[in-house]
């Protein structure tokens, strides 16, 4: 890694600054006093404003790659391993929004998966980070510790329904995203357990049956999953509440909390906040988790400025909305 850039700001690069990803990514960068936003791309919006003052969109083909030090690739899936293909060689660091590094893509090798709470030090050395998914961040973060921690039943299913704003599609038109489509409606959707988010968790979560129900949710913008965890007999939310606060205690991103915690408590931060609950009138025992989360925040752009922050030897949190 490069030591020097410690002490002054670090040029980075937005490529697909004008998504739904890319628009957060930048109002993050915006407020990092470590980093220096150099370009952002948008073919579609080239020469528009971007949010960061003074700075406007350029045509993907003006990206000044050789001015950057990371640029983060905010692209549609399959854009992005095509873009590091051609280019990743010309740049220090990339992290990747896109599906395509991540674990089970078929793509994994040469990346490294970033969980800043749970790979610190493996995406500090990194070159190419895949940034995990919303939905998997939510799923991961929770269950992980406590399969660490042998708590989990892992011979029984583990029913997964996790709701998302309408953001997490993307900003492309598309006609059952309409504002009448949506509103005043709640509907699951990719029935069958075949999301396309199921292959990344079931890497990072290997031997748990994972049953994962997607809803829209039609509000702009957050995830809230209810997670119905099988665990070992005598296994209760307490314990399970000391196994996260050892894990994330010092970790301003992931909030422990000890009520559910509701969407409006973590729209527009770069947090994740857990819950559990004890259930009665099961047999074996089965408890609640919930977890609640921005997409576009914990769940993209505010995961990307940790790892960035990590590859770069910042602290973690530095610049996000913790
Ligand atoms: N939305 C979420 O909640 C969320 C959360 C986590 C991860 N992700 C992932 O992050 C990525 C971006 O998602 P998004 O929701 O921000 O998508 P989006 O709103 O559809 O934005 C896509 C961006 O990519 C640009 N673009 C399109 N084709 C391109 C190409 N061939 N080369 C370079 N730029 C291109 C678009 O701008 P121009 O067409 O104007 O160039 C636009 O800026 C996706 O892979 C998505 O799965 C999304």
Redesign the pocket.
């Known amino acids: 890694m490069n030591t020097n850039i410690k002490s002054s700001k670090v040029p980075v690069g937005v490529?697909?600054?004008?998504?739904?990803?890319?628009l957060e990514l930048l109002r993050v960068l915006r407020g990092h006093d470590g980093v220096d936003v150099r370009f952002a791309?948008?073919?579609?919006?080239a020469l528009h404003p971007t949010p960061i003052p003074g700075l406007a969109f350029v045509p993907?083909a003006e990206a000044r790659l050789e001015d950057v030090e990371v640029v983060f690739l905010?692209?549609?899936?399959g854009?992005a391993a095509v873009w590091v293909e051609r280019n990743g060689a010309r740049v220090g660091r990339v992290v990747d929004?896109?599906?395509d590094h991540r674990p089970g893509s078929g793509r994994e090798a040469g990346a490294v998966y970033g969980l800043p709470e749970v790979t610190p030090r493996e995406v500090a050395e990194a070159r190419l980070v895949a940034n995990p998914?919303?939905y998997p961040t939510g799923v991961i973060l929770s269950l992980l510790p406590l399969v660490r921690a042998g708590l989990v039943d892992a011979s029984r299913p583990i029913m997964v329904n996790a709701a998302s704003g309408v953001?997490?599609a993307?900003?492309?038109p598309k006609r059952e995203l309409l504002f009448a489509e949506v509103v005043g409606d709640f509907r699951p959707y990719g029935l069958g357990n075949d999301h396309r988010h199921l292959p990344e968790m079931r890497a990072a979560l290997p031997g748990l049956q994972l049953l994962f129900v997607p809803h829209l949710l039609p509000v702009a913008r957050g995830i809230l999953e209810t997670i119905a965890l099988p665990v070992a007999t005598g296994v209760d939310a307490a314990r399970v509440k000391t196994v996260w606060r050892d894990v994330y205690g010092g970790c301003g991103a992931v909030r422990v909390e000890d009520h559910a915690p509701a969407l409006a408590e973590v729209v527009e931060t770069d947090l994740l906040a857990l819950a559990v609950f004890d259930n009665v009138g099961l047999e074996g025992s089965t408890l609640t988790l919930v977890a609640a989360l921005d997409?576009?925040g914990k769940?993209?752009a505010g995961q990307a400025v940790q790892n960035m922050n990590l590859m770069l030897g910042f602290e973690s949190g530095r610049g996000t909305r913790c």
């Not at 791309?41 to 919006?45: M, N, V």
């Open positions: 490529l697909g600054g004008s998504g739904y990803t890319g791309t948008s073919d579609s919006e993907v905010c692209v549609p899936h854009e929004m896109t599906t998914g919303c953001t997490g993307g900003r492309s997409n576009l769940g993209a």
